[in-house]
């Protein structure tokens, strides 16, 4: 399949510390992957959905003990603890290796060894990377040909060279106990041990597109993102690129795929979606930023996506998409999952395969739930029917504004500007976010997310906050604009006062605007507010005084704030940039 003699080596290694049955490369064939599915259903892990309603869907259960990303047993191993930095598990690399070797060895035997050759990014583009997987499991064969651009192409374009990422997936006895998901920056390398679920297994989404794309981009000159990025489409059909980042439960999707308000749709407005939950962003020959969605496809989570929330997710999972560990109607051989609709299905088997009675369903007690509070969809991108025409260039788009975001009750305004790249930095290296009923714990914590990498920077976060101050020095003038957004802000009965969803448009277009010098802003003590009357409120059911209300800094609030800010530093020590210190500095200042 390839002369590469750095895969050949690496495969020949592989190969005999996990002694396969078979071997088998994946080469991104239709007739390849129809084969796999028919393999998985007949042995019970995948079952095949009602091919008219669900054109080649499929749902497959994962073991109750492995049904989520598992921060605790996930590490960077990196030669010197520092590189990993205070927020990351470290392990010596060669401690690591040797039990993982220990725990691998032996494990493929009586099973198949699938080799999965993928790029992260259109294939060729000057953007994109290159991976390749090693799996026992056609559950992950079948995703990542959903999530990446799988086949022999990608090989053609690696030709000789050793810049590719080595990942190894063996399920093992998926045991807990034994579960590991381990990076090695300084060899592009990931392990995974006992897990089967996608978000520990597919190792193209978190692991490679952003641990280790983090610490290449680092390396590299370029940012890896847990960023959306859309396109704003104005009447003139004039198209603005915007890339934002939220931490979970801040509605990243819903934005990523927003279908604007009918006032403004019958204006002429749009909304593309490049990407939904990662960006790779290089400095083009113009000098401006451009961005890539490096995924293929979307793996979102199933709860809570319905017609009113998010349309055009839903939409996306309506043919070629795996469902995970969500429930099985058998009235029609459908899947369903809370808030999908209200109609409990009376015969249907929850996400464990066991009968399901809806009469003891409580809201209240996700223990009844039919469907697990983090199963998910994995849908091909280009079902998405908002899909940007820029989705499979590999150019990139250019970004003119960054956007950060979190849940804060009383906190940040609606929407605010920074007053400058450094100021920016700030803004993202403080982004934080108030607990839901959602998260397990106390509800309203503020826990502090910078840029929301925290789970998923594959290095020391003082070296990265260094790493955008460097970024924003390199692209100058040309560098994007930076925003933060709160859409979350409440009344005193914890009420949220802005309506969200697709009324969010309205400030996208102010963001826009000033991006382009055509809408003026109040200098606060944080950044810049909006006019009151630059939001468009035209059809919502908000008067101008509210609208005030939630544009205003609160200087004793923010004061606090500036105080968590501090203790948040003081977990990166001497290593943070001087730069963050003398912009909280300022603030405080600004707030007296």
């Not at 071997?23 to 095949?48: F, H, P």
Request: glycine share 8%; aromatic share 10%; hydrophobic share 40%.
């Amino acid at each position: 399949m390839t002369t590469n003699k750095s895969v050949i080596k690496w495969l020949d290694e592989v190969k005999a510390l996990v002694n396969p049955d078979n071997v088998v490369w994946i080469d991104g064939s239709e007739e390849q992957l129809e084969a796999l599915r028919a393999e998985a259903v007949s042995t019970g892990e995948m079952i095949k959905l009602n091919q008219e309603k669900l054109p080649g869907c499929y749902l497959h259960r994962t073991l109750p003990n492995d049904v989520a990303r598992v921060e605790d047993r996930t590490f960077i191993c990196t030669a010197d603890k520092e590189t990993a930095g205070p927020t990351n598990n470290w392990c010596d690399p060669q401690e690591m290796y040797t039990k993982l070797y220990d725990i691998a060895r032996g494990t493929y035997k009586g099973r198949t060894m699938y080799i999965i050759p993928y790029s992260m990014g259109p294939i060729g583009s000057p953007i994109a990377k290159i991976g390749i997987e090693v799996t026992d499991s056609i559950y992950v064969v079948l995703n990542m040909a959903i999530m990446t651009r799988v086949g022999l192409k990608v090989l053609d374009v690696l030709g000789d060279s050793n810049d590719w990422v080595r990942g190894l997936h063996a399920k093992c006895n998926v045991d807990p106990e034994n579960r590991y998901i381990a990076h090695f920056p300084e060899d592009n390398t990931i392990i995974s041990v006992n897990s089967a679920y996608g978000g520990n297994v597919l190792l193209g989404k978190k692991c490679f597109a952003l641990r280790i794309a983090s610490y290449q981009g680092w390396k590299e000159g370029w940012m890896a993102e847990h960023m959306l990025i859309l396109g704003l489409e104005n009447p003139k059909g004039e198209v603005k690129y915007i890339a934002a980042a939220f931490p979970s439960a801040c509605g990243k999707t819903n934005l990523a795929m927003l279908i604007p308000p009918e006032y403004l749709r019958e204006k002429g407005y749009k909304v593309w979606t490049v990407g939904d939950d990662i960006a790779w962003m290089k400095i083009g020959p113009d000098g401006r930023l451009y961005a890539i969605n490096p995924e293929n496809g979307f793996f979102g989570v199933a709860p809570g996506t319905n017609e009113k929330s998010n349309f055009n997710a839903l939409e996306s999972t309506k043919k070629n998409t795996i469902f995970t560990n969500v429930a099985l109607d058998l009235n029609d051989n459908t899947v369903w999952w809370e808030g999908l609709n209200k109609n409990l299905p009376t015969n249907a088997l929850e996400w464990k395969g066991n009968k399901w009675d809806a009469s003891k369903f409580d809201k209240a007690d996700k223990s009844t739930y039919a469907a697990h509070p983090n199963s998910r969809f994995t849908a091909p991108a280009k079902n998405c029917p908002c899909i940007s025409e820029e989705f499979d260039k590999g150019a990139g788009v250019p970004i003119s504004a960054i956007v950060f975001g979190g849940r804060r009750a009383k906190c940040a305004p609606l929407v605010y500007q920074s007053k400058s790249w450094e100021n920016g930095v700030f803004i993202g290296s403080a982004m934080a976010s108030e607990t839901t009923a959602a998260a397990a714990g106390a509800v309203g914590v503020v826990r502090r997310d910078p840029m929301a990498m925290l789970p998923f920077c594959g290095y020391n976060m003082a070296d990265y906050f260094q790493h955008w101050l460097d970024m924003g020095e390199k692209l100058g003038d040309k560098a994007p604009k930076i925003f933060n957004v709160n859409w979350f802000r409440t009344d005193d009965d914890g009420n949220f006062i802005w309506p969200g969803f697709g009324d969010n448009m309205r400030v996208l277009n102010w963001i826009v605007d000033r991006c382009e010098g055509k809408a003026d802003a109040t200098e606060t003590a944080i950044g810049y507010v909006p006019m009151p009357e630059d939001i468009d409120l035209t059809d919502l059911d908000m008067d101008m005084d509210t609208l005030k209300d939630i544009l205003t800094v609160d200087k004793e609030v923010w004061n606090k704030e500036a105080a968590e800010i501090e203790e948040h530093y003081k977990k990166f020590g001497d290593k943070l940039p001087e730069e963050l210190r003398k912009q909280l500095e300022t603030l405080k200042a600004n707030l007296k």
